[in-house]
Each structure stands twice: as C-alpha cells, then as structure tokens.
C-alpha cells in the first residue's frame, strides 16, 4: 500500500535535505511533486488542495528559514499534516455499553462487509477477550447469510443460526435476546448491501438501527475505488451517523488515495484495514504509523507487532536466545524463511522497513523475489541434519547430492552458503548489539553481493 506516493515523496524529501537552504522557489517545485502525486495516488482533490494549503505557509515559515536542516523540518512539517489529515490518533472500537453491545457493518455490495465481519469478531475474541455473536441481516442475496454461517462454523465464532424467509428488524431482534441467552458480550450485524446507494437501502438501515441503537456503525468500503470510496462515506454518514471506517483490499491498493481522502471527506476515523482474504488479515490503523510508511520512514512497530502476532512468542524468544549466544545455523535460516513467508514474503516484511523504494531497488538489481524464499527452502530441506548445524562440511559430493535433491545446481548451493555466511556474521554482530557495516536503511550491500 502507498507504493506509488511513498516513491514520490522520498524523491521530493530527497532534493529538499540535500538542500543547504531552501528559498520559495524550491519549495513550490517540491509542493507541486507532492500535490501531483497525491491526485495521482486517487487522493480526492480538494483533500489534495487543502493539504498543500496547509503545508506552504509552514515551510515558507521563520523557522524553517532559520533551521540548520530546513529539509528535516520541512518533511517534519508534512508528516505532522499527514497525521492530521489521517485522523491524529489511533480510534479503537468502542465497547464501552451494556452488553451485549451492538455493532453494525454497513457498505456496499462487493465491499467484503461478510468477510470483514468475520474478521472483526476474531479481532474483538482474540484481542479484547470477548465472546461475540455475528447475524446476518442480509436477506436478499442469494446464500450471504449461509457464508457467515461458514465463516462462523469455520473460526469457532458464535453465529446466529438462520431462519428462513425472517426480515431483518426480526432478525434483529431474535439476535439481541439470543445473544443475550449465549451470553455473548458483543453483537456484530451484517447488513444486506447494494451495487449502489438507493433509497429503499438507506430506508432499511436506518429502520434496523433505530430497532439495535448500535454502540458503533462501521462502514466497509473497498480501498481500490479511491475517491468513490471517500463519496460512498460521505453518503452513509449522512443516513446513519458513521462512527468509523474500515478499509478492505488495502494490500492491494498500491495508491493509497481512500485511505487519505476518509477522514477529511467523512469526517470519520478509519479504524481498520483489510490486508488480505485470511481470517486474521487485519489491523488497526495508526495514523503516525501510517505516515511514516507514506514518507518511506518504515514501521517497524507494526513490524514487530506483526511478527509477534505470526510467530509467536516462544519462537522469538528461542531466536532472541540464539543471538544472544552468537549461534545461528542452518535450521534457523530455515525458520527464518518460514516466518518470512508467514509474515508475507520477502515484500511483506519490507513494506515495514525504511527506505523501502531503496530496498526495493537493491533487491531488482540483485535479481531477488519470492522464488529464492521457496529455493532457499528446498536447499535446506535437501540437507542432513549435520550439514544444516555445521555448513562448513558441504564439501563438492555434497553439493551435488543437496543440488539433485532440491532441483538446483552446485552454483546455487555456493550462491546460498555464501549468503548464510553473510546472515550468520550479521546475527553475531546484532547479538553483541554492534550495528556497524550494517546498512543505515535498508539491507546491506554486500548482502545483495553475495546473492548475485
């Protein structure tokens, strides 16, 4: 996500640091960068207008006349607008209501508003410790509320159960004293969509929350329609009082323009992002964090966060005590490309990182994707269980045997060894807490080096 407008933005920051002083000129051409990648990124255009508004004046200002680094102020003062124009802090669902506290997901049809339902109620079970129920109020296309009951039946998620041919204020009511009778404390409702906002939709949904009074009314949008998704906001909000949004598809959205456009246009926060179809594939959204992988700052607390989530706690506490004692063998090169794959191949993990266009540079130039993960894999699989603890024994005969069995030849066996080496010196250093030789942003060369 953000791929295009983080490109535009590192290039911009990149001519302003270099930049002993900066006069109007320098800046305008730069706001000018940054307002054209915006529309380009889908940002609606009055956001876009109403951003650089903001901007200019600041980085005309004194104090960026006066800074020693008028570039790092300069791009200290575009974050800060970002982070206004994304929602400030991060919103959380509020559960703060008698239980069972209703919450209702509305949004057009195709948005993903089943499978975001789903995944909200993992969420609110997984982490606020709730028992929740979903129900589906959409009567009207064809086996939407059996898919909740899958998706329900699949996850060990409460679902209420369907009752054919009921109307969705009864369904609404059964599912409150249900819930009730279940004992569950949250009551998620799945509200029948359309292709388009019509009266007859609006009329239902307003009729069906007068009936839940809900705790919450979350709209899910779909993150590759840009601008619509912004108007589509703008439409419910004035039916049914949004109190947040939620993103789907935002893995696939490599402009980023819905999730800039939200908050300004609708006035609501964006609470949550869709990153992909699995149960689990979503997270909260964290404005600050969010523009730092906008400007190409990284995120590395999401990283670690995402890789607590993925992995667990007892695989990283046995990774944290292999680096304390400087050990890193082969088997935990193996684990290390396993979690990688978990956590979204080598580009998953490296969206989080800073410097991520660089980063992506390098690996093009080395001639990187996620083909070496699965082939570094099978090398490894190929290996006994002495050669993978001590490397060093891999002698020609062996090459060629590891080369046979994983489908590869003794050349790729060396080009692997060669990158083992560099990862394992790498840990050494980490463990000893000297980052030295390593890169400032992004991986080091000479790692990209040895995988040539």
Known sequence: MFENLTNKFEEVFSSFKKAPSLDEKQVDEGLKTIRKALLEADVAVDVAKEFINKVKPKALGQEIIRSTSPGQ???????????????????????????????????????????????????????????VMMASLDVYRPAAQEQLRLLGEQNNILTLPVVENQQPTDICRRAISAAKLNGAEVILFDTAGRTQIDIQMMGEIKQVSSIINPNETLLVADSLTGQVAAEVAKEFNKTVNLSGIILTRADGDARGGAALSMKHVADVPVKF????????????????????????????????????????????????????????????????????????????????????????????????????????????????????????????????????????????????????????????????????????????????????
């Open 73 to 131: 102020m300069v791009v200290k003062i575009v974050y800060d607008e970002l982070v206004n124009f994304l929602g400030s802090s991060n919103s959380t669902i509020s559960l703060n209501a008698v239980p069972p506290v209703p919450i209702m997901l509305v949004g057009l049809q195709g948005s993903g508003k089943t499978t975001t339902t789903a995944k909200i109620a993992r969420y609110l079970e997984k982490n606020n410790k709730k028992k």
């Open 273 to 452: 992002l869709g990153i992909g179809e699995k149960i689990d594939n979503i997270e909260a959204f964290y404005p600050e964090r969010i523009a730092n992988r906008i400007l190409g700052m990284g995120d590395i607390v999401s990283l670690v966060e995402k890789a607590a989530d993925e992995l667990g706690e007892e695989n990283l506490k046995k990774t944290e005590e292999n680096l304390k004692k400087g050990q890193f063998s082969m088997e935990d090169y193996l684990t290390q490309l396993r979690q990688m794959k978990k956590m979204g191949g080598i580009e998953g993990v490296m969206s989080f990182l800073p410097g991520v266009s660089k980063i992506k540079s390098q690996m093009d130039q080395a001639g990187i994707d996620e083909k070496i993960v699965a082939q570094n894999e099978a090398i490894i699989l190929s290996m006994t269980k002495q050669e993978r603890e001590n490397p060093k024994i891999i002698n020609g005969s062996r090459r060629k045997r590891i080369a046979n069995g994983s489908g590869t030849d003794p050349a790729t066996i060396n080009k692997l060894l060669k990158q083992f080496k560099m990862m394992s010196e790498m840990m050494k250093k980490m463990s000893k807490g000297n980052l030295k030789g390593m890169a400032d942003k992004g991986i080091p060369p000479e790692l990209f080096n040895q995988l040539k």
